[in-house]
């Protein structure tokens, strides 16, 4: 339950420790408003002191409000600040996938702007630890494309990706999470995997797919010049080739078109919202 720190377990620790600790959890939102704590044995064991340590660690926390002691019943937190139930409305998480040079970025942002959520666009989020962890293995730092980062740092990539969107959404934050997603969103279970994980934080996620042609696309990565995209540009019919510019997620999603003929993001983003907000 608690982030205690393994030296402090093996020494034992004071009433005042254990409360303040329980009392950020609380704050944080690690532990919701009404939720139940566990016994004064389970806790005991687990920051390795006493049952008399934990009773005073309590009426501590009761005292100051944030857990209310009930006689028989256990105890539970007391933070209706932390609950998002009421006056807010459930954090939303927004994925955004699309090839490269598709206008991921571009929609994220607007939508961002006009929603004021977090966006975490995957090249701004991990592009520097990818990168030096790319050169520590002994590839190109801009590689995207071999064996090595395709399989040992592209799912540690998206795992901290994920984490952090899910982060902010038990903190009732909703997020814009803006990455290509191509596997991802050809793979219905863990579509359903991460959709559960939304839902157990208390938020709904969704999927929207940028799509575009591939004069427009090349188009945007001439104009972007990012190193990463170098092998792509150098290669565009042998990359057009592993693609498929038709692709659509086999999950449920919105679709924005982006080729240079289409609509203005701005107005699709509007429809994206709308949809949404629902």
């Known amino acids: 339950m608690t982030s205690?720190?393994?030296?402090?377990?093996?020494?034992?620790?004071?009433?005042?420790?254990?409360?303040?600790?329980?009392?950020?959890?609380i704050e944080a939102g690690r532990l919701s408003h009404q939720e139940q704590l566990p016994p004064s044995s389970q806790l005991a064991a687990e920051w390795g002191t006493s049952t008399a340590t934990i009773s005073r660690a309590m009426n501590q926390l009761a005292e100051s409000g944030f857990v209310i002691n009930r006689h028989g019943a256990g105890r539970i937190v007391n933070y209706p600040g932390s609950s998002s139930q009421g006056e807010q409305r459930r954090p939303q998480v927004i994925l955004i996938g699309g090839y490269a040079g598709s206008g991921k970025t571009e929609l994220a942002r607007i939508l961002a702007k006009q929603t004021r959520w977090a966006i975490l666009d995957k090249d701004t989020t991990t592009r520097a630890v990818v990168e030096a962890a790319l050169s520590k293995l002994g590839v190109a730092p801009h590689d995207r494309e071999s064996d090595?980062?395709?399989?040992?740092?592209?799912?540690?990539?998206?795992?901290?990706?994920m984490s952090t969107a899910f982060e902010n959404a038990s903190c009732g934050t909703s997020a814009i999470v803006s990455a290509p997603f191509i596997r991802e969103l050809a793979d219905y279970t863990w579509y359903e995997r991460t959709a559960a994980t939304a839902n157990e934080l208390g938020a709904d996620l969704h999927v929207v797919w940028v799509r575009a042609d591939s004069t427009s696309m090349r188009t945007y990565l001439v104009h972007r010049g990012?190193?990463?995209?170098?092998?792509?540009?150098e290669h565009w019919d042998a990359y057009l080739s592993q693609i498929d510019v038709d692709f659509a997620p086999v999950v449920p999603h919105q679709i924005v078109e982006n080729s240079t003929d289409s609509r203005p993001l701005q107005q699709q983003a509007a429809e994206v919202i709308h949809e949404v907000q629902r």
Not at 10 to 19: K, L, W
Not at 226 to 233: E, F, I, N, P, V
């Open 4 to 25: 205690a720190n393994p030296q402090a377990l093996q020494r034992g620790t004071s009433a005042d420790v254990i409360a303040r600790h329980i009392r950020n959890d």
């Open 148 to 161: 090595t980062y395709l399989t040992a740092v592209r799912p540690a990539e998206y795992e901290a990706l």
């Open 226 to 233: 990012a190193a990463r995209d170098t092998w792509k540009l």
